[in-house]
Antibody
C-alpha cells in the first residue's frame, strides 16, 4: 500500500538547522510531485513547499523562503526538507504528502504520520 | 490570517445535514480546483474531496463538495458522531505561487 514515513524531527535551538526525510513506498515515486505541510500546536495546516516529480521545479511559502530547501532522491524514494536558521515559530508537526494532479496542486494523498520539530532555547 | 476563509466552527445533531463554506478569490478558488481534508485531532489529515466534488474510494457518499465562482462548500448529510473532526479546504493560488489552506472548521456533533 502507499505509505509515507517521516523522520528527522526533534528539539533544536533557534538559529540551528535540521533535516527532515520522508521515505515513500507502494507507488512509483519518480512520477509524483511531493510536498511538505506543517501544523503548529493547536493551529491549522500551513503549506511549506512542493517539488516536482523530477526535482526541477520547487515552490516555497513566503514564511520559509530562503531558509528551507526541498529536495528529492528518486533513486531512494525519499524527499527531504533542509531547514536552516530555525525560528521558534517553525515549531510544528511536519507532514509530507504525495501531490496528485501536478506540481501546482492542492490535492494531497496520502499524508505521512508527521514528525514533530520543536525550536526552543 | 488565511486567504481562504472558513467558519471556525460548525455543529449539528446526528442525522442532520451541515455545510462548511470556503471563500477565496479569483487567483485561487476562482481559477483552480478545491480539495477538502478531514483531520481527527492527533492524527494526520485525510483527503475527503478532490477536484471540487470528487470522492476518493472509501469516503462515504454522505460527504459531497461543490464550487461556484470563488467559493466552495463541503456538505455532510446524515451526520454521525465519527464525523466530529477539523475540516480544511485547500487550493493552489496563482498569485502566491503556492498552496493555500483555509483556517479550518471544527465540526461538533451534539
Amino acid at each position: 500500500q502507499v505509505q509515507l514515513v517521516e523522520s528527522g524531527g526533534g528539539v533544536v535551538q533557534p538559529g540551528r538547522s535540521l533535516r527532515l526525510s520522508c521515505a515513500a513506498s507502494g507507488f512509483t515515486f519518480s512520477t509524483y510531485a511531493m510536498a511538505w505541510v506543517r501544523q503548529a500546536p493547536g493551529k491549522g495546516l500551513e503549506w511549506v513547499a512542493v517539488i516536482s516529480y523530477d526535482g526541477t521545479n520547487k515552490y516555497y511559502a513566503d514564511s520559509v523562503k530562503g531558509r528551507f530547501t526541498i529536495s528529492r532522491d528518486n533513486s531512494k524514494n525519499t524527499v527531504f526538507l533542509q531547514m536552516n536558521t530555525l525560528r521558534v515559530e517553525d515549531t510544528a508537526v511536519y507532514y509530507c504528502a504525495r501531490v496528485i494532479g501536478g506540481t501546482r496542486s492542492g490535492w494531497f494523498d496520502p499524508w505521512g504520520q508527521g514528525t514533530l520539530v520543536t525550536v526552543s532555547s | 490570517q488565511s486567504v481562504l476563509t472558513q467558519p471556525p466552527s460548525a455543529s449539528g445533531t446526528p442525522g442532520q445535514r451541515v455545510t462548511i463554506s470556503c471563500s477565496g478569490s479569483s487567483s485561487n478558488i476562482g481559477s483552480n480546483t478545491v480539495n477538502w481534508y478531514q483531520q481527527v485531532p492527533g492524527t494526520a489529515p485525510k483527503l475527503l474531496i478532490y477536484s471540487n466534488d470528487q470522492r476518493p474510494s472509501g469516503v462515504p457518499d454522505r460527504f459531497s463538495g461543490s464550487k461556484s465562482g470563488t467559493s466552495a462548500s463541503l456538505a455532510i448529510s446524515g451526520l454521525q458522531s465519527e464525523d466530529e473532526a477539523d475540516y480544511y479546504c485547500a487550493t493552489w493560488d496563482d498569485s502566491l505561487n503556492g498552496v493555500l489552506f483555509g483556517g479550518g472548521t471544527k465540526l461538533t456533533v451534539l
